[in-house]
């Protein structure tokens, strides 16, 4: 009873801050000065939206050399959604939503087959955060991917150990909340804070693709059959929003 007390309690706390927040961010905001990309948000504070859609907190800064973002989930299934098809983050300096000439970085992208189930349910503090230790580990070994799209001079698929000024990383805490970060040079994007302009820009949690599952039904389309093989993953719909950023001056 303590246990699921504590739970709803969690849940509580998430939709009520959830609920004090806009849709998408409404100002221009500086990166904290001891910000780091590591999946650990403690430097970020209050994020900056709560977009329904999509279900993630949200918060993007800039200095005067690169554009961050910072999202965080909380629900398993989003969760599982953000890590089987990614994220993907589109910056369009024209500010227009149809600008073909967008730019995009797709993070976290698996590098080894779908993970169909991550369960995160310890009942001590102690198992909390072994079961973290372990979920973290396998995101550094399976999520080392980063896609881009649009920017001249990177290749479209890099690791995220490159020089190429693309920057992510993704961490679990102890409750099995989830937190991606990645930054980008303002000079890829053509952007600059010497003359900030307003810019459109588009997050979506991808798609995941089912496979694996065979459903069998009949003619008037009653399932007579479930069949699931090794490596299943269960098909989600892509989530999406706009918004519209302007580069924070110092």
Same mark, same amino acid.
């Given at each position: 009873?303590?246990?699921l007390?504590?739970?709803?309690?969690?849940?509580?706390?998430?939709? *009520?801050?959830?609920?004090?927040?806009p849709?998408?961010? $409404?100002?221009?905001?500086?990166?904290?000065?001891?910000?780091?990309?590591?999946?650990?948000?403690?430097?970020?504070?209050t994020? $900056? *939206?709560?977009?329904?859609?999509?279900?993630?907190?949200?918060?993007?800064?800039?200095?005067?050399?690169?554009?961050?973002?910072?999202?965080?989930?909380?629900?398993?299934?989003?969760i599982?959604?953000?890590? @089987? =098809?990614?994220?993907?983050?589109?910056? @369009?300096?024209?500010?227009?939503?149809?600008?073909?000439?967008?730019?995009?970085?797709?993070?976290?992208?698996?590098?080894?087959?779908?993970?169909?189930?991550?369960?995160?349910?310890p009942?001590?503090?102690?198992?909390?955060?072994?079961?973290? @230790?372990?979920?973290?580990?396998?995101?550094?070994n399976?999520?080392?991917?980063?896609?881009t799209?649009?920017?001249?001079?990177?290749?479209?698929?890099?690791?995220?150990y490159?020089?190429? =000024?693309v920057?992510?990383?993704?961490?679990?805490?102890?409750k099995?909340?989830?937190t991606?970060?990645?930054?980008?040079?303002?000079?890829?994007?053509?952007?600059?804070?010497?003359?900030?302009?307003?810019?459109?820009?588009?997050?979506?949690?991808?798609?995941?693709? $089912?496979?694996?599952?065979?459903?069998?039904?009949?003619?008037?389309?009653?399932i007579?059959s479930? @069949?699931?093989t090794?490596g299943?993953?269960? =098909?989600? *719909?892509?989530?999406?929003?706009?918004?519209e950023y302007?580069?924070?001056?110092?």
């Amino acid at each position: 009873m303590k246990k699921l007390t504590v739970i709803l309690c969690c849940i509580i706390t998430f939709a *009520a801050n959830a609920q004090k927040l806009p849709a998408t961010q $409404q100002s221009s905001l500086r990166v904290p000065a001891n910000v780091k990309i590591d999946g650990k948000p403690a430097e970020w504070g209050t994020f $900056q *939206a709560y977009n329904h859609n999509c279900d993630i907190y949200y918060t993007i800064a800039n200095d005067d050399d690169n554009l961050y973002i910072a999202i965080q989930c909380q629900y398993t299934d989003v969760i599982r959604r953000i890590l @089987n =098809g990614s994220i993907t983050f589109t910056v @369009n300096p024209s500010g227009k939503k149809d600008d073909k000439g967008g730019m995009s970085i797709t993070y976290p992208v698996l590098t080894a087959a779908p993970m169909v189930n991550f369960k995160f349910k310890p009942a001590t503090d102690l198992q909390a955060d072994s079961a973290m @230790n372990v979920a973290n580990k396998k995101v550094s070994n399976q999520w080392k991917t980063i896609k881009t799209s649009g920017i001249k001079g990177l290749d479209t698929v890099i690791s995220v150990y490159n020089d190429d =000024g693309v920057i992510a990383a993704g961490l679990f805490n102890n409750k099995f909340v989830y937190t991606c970060e990645l930054s980008v040079t303002l000079k890829q994007l053509g952007l600059n804070t010497v003359n900030p302009t307003k810019f459109a820009y588009h997050i979506m949690v991808n798609e995941v693709t $089912q496979h694996g599952i065979e459903i069998k039904k009949d003619d008037s389309g009653r399932i007579l059959s479930i @069949n699931v093989t090794a490596g299943a993953q269960m =098909g989600q *719909a892509a989530t999406d929003f706009w918004g519209e950023y302007t580069l924070a001056k110092k």
